[in-house]
């Protein structure tokens, strides 16, 4: 289930937040109920994808070095078992999802579904290049939208925001490859472990990761200056973390490869922080003299 992975959750946090500001929706105890369930109903499907991806990669995690551990690869799990377990959590995370909303309840079940297209012939999109990034990313702009449907169904989620959500997981997913296939040391190597590094080169990969960088943070000005432009303040400090995430990517062994360990990095965690702080602040605090300086005065 890699429960160890629900530090995830994380990404469905923005999803709550921002709504709950635009809208100005009072955390009840009703409210913070419904959003404990969803959390849950978020970790169980997530779950769920795991196995499946535990049961599917077992013959390519025996070909990596550290990922050839897994209870499945190392021929610790009895298949069927798994395979029920599988169905299991996405019923319970459904069920649970069904006591959020019809809302949320859709954007489960796509997350789920998603992690089928990701894992399952003969889709099974992890396997081609650059779309293996952009599939498995679109599970951030779904963590959002879990989180927004959690607090506000009738408030409808920018697209701007969605897509800028959506790129920067691709820049993400993108910089893991990059220190996986760093990792690996042997194109050969990497090409046997994951299919799609049959494409890749390190070059390629770069390439990409300043592509969904660049997309997803003008996408994140074109939300800020559409919906809150006092989040401007923010927009150095996100910037200042993707580098610091870049600069991840480069050290042997690096937590890029496994998100889940990221909270080990106190630098980036430590920005994180001030991120957080910043964004809540301006999305209370009004700044009437930002707004006219960036509106045009009539001629």
Request: include cysteine.
């Amino acid at each position: 289930m890699r429960l160890d992975h629900s530090i995830k959750n994380i990404f469905v946090l923005p999803g709550i937040v921002v709504p709950m500001e635009m809208a100005r929706v009072e955390l009840t105890g009703r409210l913070a109920l419904t959003i404990l369930i969803g959390l849950v109903s978020c970790t169980l499907i997530a779950s769920s994808n795991y196995v499946l991806n535990e049961i599917l990669d077992a013959p390519f995690d025996r070909l990596h070095p550290i990922k050839r551990s897994r209870p499945v690869a190392s021929g610790q799990v009895l298949l069927p078992l798994a395979w029920v377990e599988w169905l299991v959590l996405m019923a319970a995370g459904l069920a649970l999802a069904l006591r959020v909303g019809p809302e949320f309840t859709a954007a489960a079940a796509a997350l789920w579904v998603m992690g089928c297209v990701y894992n399952v012939r003969p889709l099974r999109t992890k396997d081609v290049v650059y779309l293996d990034v952009i599939t498995e990313s679109i599970n951030n702009p779904l963590r959002m939208l879990l989180g927004w449907y959690m607090v506000a169904t009738t408030l409808v989620p920018p697209t701007s925001l969605l897509v800028s959500y959506w790129m920067i997981g691709c820049y993400f997913m993108a910089l893991k490859r990059f220190s996986e296939y760093r990792e690996i040391g042997s194109a050969d190597g990497a090409a046997a472990y994951r299919k799609s590094f049959r494409h890749y080169t390190e070059r390629r990969l770069l390439e990409s990761v300043v592509f969904y960088a660049s997309f997803s943070m003008l996408m994140f000005g074109l939300f800020i200056a559409r919906y809150r432009l006092e989040l401007i303040f923010s927009f150095p400090l996100v910037a200042l973390m993707m580098a610091t995430y870049f600069d991840l990517a480069f050290k042997p062994h690096s937590a890029v490869q496994n998100p889940e360990k990221l909270f080990r990095e106190p630098r980036l965690m430590a920005e994180l922080a001030v991120v957080v702080v910043v964004v809540v602040l301006m999305l209370h605090v009004n700044l009437p003299w930002l707004h006219r300086m960036f509106t045009s005065s009539k001629m």
